[in-house]
């Protein structure tokens, strides 16, 4: 089968579906711990571990010894290789045999970004993991953008939305931003799924319309409504879907946009406490002796508010409120006024430590290449003053060239 399967450029990889097939047919052994290190290494293991049926964990590619061994890894399991069954798989039908043998009893481990303490490993089954996924003779030709870290949740749930569809996956998570319009184009994508920080990186970059996009899905953060108009004008042709998933739940709910509707089938599986706090049911949790359960109810630390028709809208993460001599300060609520100042392309809001108020507000903000850094910076002030509440503007404005991000494409909150 010669369609490929992964374009890697920036690896120099171009491997078929045909090439994928031998090698899942020559694939001997694997480590309870997968810790491959490069996109195909780890798609081509992901697949034979699922055709193996048994349970693994899966790291970053890039985390140090001393990052494993924080996870509470043991060092040794990542060398300690299984001998796997031998499979022969010649075809599309002889694969997707083995994965619907292998995939009832398999078992996932992922570890969670650690944002409110020790990252956490979540098990998932092959059902928790595909959830949502698309499938039919309509999606055979669709081309993927892949834009997240491959070893975790939205990463994996677009890896099987193609990989089931037997689609193109084209690798941009770690290409040079500024290349990505290019590879669009030249692989004529279908299908982008990405955080808002990463589309908020090409879109500067962009000199034309690519209209070969049909769906451009938004995950891994909160929605940012400020560059909708710009992913309109760069994908003309696209549908324009939110998501809002974890890794301890994987997709829980989808939109067209910043609010979300919750479906009759989920309306007793999610709720909202008190204090705004997203909790959602025990059975759409994968499985974690780590994860703490407030009786039948897992606490996400998002916060949401209700609309008058019962729809929900994001705030924020509960552990990235900044507190402010008392008052609490929202990230995302002053990046997204930073935001609609002409010459901002991106901003990053976060806390430091002060002696008097015990927090003050910073911004690091990354400018058009045409805007006056002082003239920029005074504008800034003079629009965020009459939009925000005093202790919610950042005393501290700098310049950056770009925005820091996780292993996963997120801003760095801490």
């Not at 055709?51 to 790291?59: H, K, N, R, V």
């Not at 499979?87 to 694969?95: F, G, H, M, N, T």
């Not at 089931?164 to 931003?177: A, G, K, P, R």
């Not at 002796?289 to 705030?315: A, N, P, Q």
Request: one cysteine or more; aromatic letters at 8%; glycine letters at 6%.
């Amino acid at each position: 089968m010669d369609k490929l399967f992964l374009v890697d450029e920036k690896r120099k990889l171009f491997k078929t579906y045909q090439e994928l097939f031998n090698d899942l047919s020559q694939y001997a052994r694997l480590t309870k711990i997968i810790n491959e290190k490069t996109p195909y290494e780890i798609f081509l293991a992901i697949v034979r571990s699922i055709i193996s049926g048994e349970t693994f964990e899966l790291l970053d590619p890039d985390l140090s010894q001393a990052e494993i061994q924080r996870l509470g890894v043991q060092e040794q399991l990542c060398q300690k290789y299984i001998e796997l069954k031998d499979v022969q798989i010649r075809d599309e039908k002889s694969l997707f045999d083995h994965i619907e043998k292998g995939c009832r009893t398999w078992r996932l481990g992922l570890y969670t970004s650690g944002t409110t303490g020790r990252p956490k490993v979540v098990f998932h089954s092959y059902d928790s993991l595909s959830r949502n996924l698309r499938m039919g003779d309509k999606h055979r030709n669709d081309v993927w953008a892949f834009c997240y870290n491959p070893t975790h949740i939205a990463g994996i749930q677009v890896f099987l939305q193609a990989f089931v569809n037997l689609n193109t996956i084209v690798y941009v998570f770690d290409v040079d931003h500024t290349e990505v319009p290019n590879l669009l184009e030249k692989y004529r994508v279908t299908h982008i799924s990405a955080t808002p920080t990463f589309y908020r990186s090409i879109l500067v970059t962009m000199t034309k319309p690519i209209e070969t996009v049909k769906r451009v899905t938004f995950g891994g953060e909160k929605f940012d409504p400020t560059i909708l108009a710009s992913i309109q004008r760069c994908f003309p042709r696209a549908k324009i879907i939110n998501t809002y998933a974890s890794t301890e739940a994987g997709t829980v709910l989808v939109s067209n946009g910043e609010l979300f509707e919750v479906e009759d089938r989920l309306k007793n599986l999610i709720r909202v406490a008190e204090d705004g706090e997203l909790l959602i049911h025990k059975s759409l949790i994968g499985q974690s002796v780590e994860l703490k359960l407030e009786g039948d109810w897992y606490h996400t630390g998002d916060l949401v508010e209700t609309t008058s028709d019962g729809k929900l809208r994001f705030i924020g993460r509960k552990s990235e409120m900044i507190n402010v001599g008392g008052y609490k300060v929202n990230p995302n609520e002053v990046e997204e006024e930073i935001k609609k100042v002409e010459g901002v392309i991106d901003a990053h809001v976060y806390a430091r430590k002060n002696v008097v108020t015990g927090n003050i507000v910073v911004a690091d903000v990354v400018k058009a290449d045409f805007a006056d850094e002082k003239a920029l910076e005074i504008e800034i002030h003079r629009q965020l003053e009459s939009r925000l509440q005093r202790w919610k503007i950042p005393r501290i404005l700098n310049f950056v060239s770009e925005i820091k991000v996780t292993r996963t494409g997120k801003k760095v909150r801490q």
